[in-house]
């Protein structure tokens, strides 16, 4: 069992930089696969960026390439996602989750998700 929860949501200018962090309670947390999805509203809950078991590899959205950067810190059991160049289309709400499944990239396939934080980039 694996319990996630996140900080670092809030509102921001287009153009500004976020960082969320999720803290995470558990065993075992170099085994998974930390990712971070989001979900606006009357959207579907897209990967934004994954990191695989010892943060060796790292995916992400099309849409974030560039801007965004996760990483993860095993010995504190913490996984992160700096958010630079923040337009308005990036507002959403972010999970952090977590897998068993090896670099996957589909909500289904996460087994232990965070409550979520609201990120809003807006003037």
């Known amino acids: 069992q694996v319990q996630l929860v996140e900080s670092g949501g809030g509102l921001v200018q287009p153009g500004g930089s976020l960082r969320l962090s999720c803290a995470a309670s558990?065993?075992?947390?170099?085994?998974?696969?930390m990712g971070w999805f989001r979900q606006a509203p009357g959207k579907e809950r897209e990967l934004v960026a994954a990191?695989?078991?010892?943060?060796?590899?790292?995916w992400y959205a099309d849409s974030v390439k560039g801007r965004f950067t996760i990483s993860r810190d095993n010995a504190k059991n913490t996984v992160s996602l700096q958010m630079n160049s923040l337009k308005p289309e990036d507002t959403a709400v972010y999970y952090c989750?977590?897998?068993?499944?090896?670099?996957?990239?589909?909500?289904?396939?996460?087994?232990?998700w965070g409550q979520g934080t609201q990120v809003t980039v807006s003037s």
């Open positions: 558990g065993r075992s947390f170099s085994s998974y696969t």
């Open positions: 990191t695989g078991w010892s943060g060796e590899s790292t």
């Open positions: 989750a977590a897998s068993r499944r090896y670099g996957t990239r589909w909500p289904h396939q996460y087994d232990y």
